[in-house]
Nanobody, 121 residues
């Protein structure tokens, strides 16, 4: 299983932006992505990227606002989050598994420790 470690969370005002980072042990045979978990809610898959060709996919709730990317030289994945809303408040996790379907369903085999994102005025 790949090693994953998120960073970059924090407090931001509605309409603001944050960029989350995920340090990985390398991009090999897995697909990588992000999911979040808010109190009282189920885990929600957000975005996924297939490193072999860069194909990305997004949940409808974040499409057009969030952008997933990777830097293979740094073994780091990013989630650029724009136009943040209070309902985006959650703990955000980076994840890896075989296939983006698993990541977008938030049913993954490996994830990091999480980073808190709070959107509030």
């Amino acid at each position: 299983q790949p090693q994953l470690a998120e960073s970059g969370g924090g407090l931001v005002q509605p309409g603001g932006s944050l960029r989350l980072s995920c340090a990985t042990s390398g991009f090999s045979i897995y697909d990588f992505g992000w999911f979040r978990h808010a109190p009282g809610k189920e885990r929600e898959g957000l975005a996924c990227i297939e490193p072999h060709d860069g194909t990305t996919s997004y949940a409808d709730s974040v499409k057009g606002r969030f952008t997933i990317s990777i830097d293979t030289a740094k073994n780091t994945m990013y989630l650029q989050m724009n136009s943040l809303k209070p309902e985006d408040t959650a703990v955000y996790y980076c994840a890896a598994d075989y296939g983006c379907l698993k990541i977008l369903n938030a049913r993954v085999g490996a994830w990091g420790q999480g980073t808190q994102v709070t959107v509030s005025s």
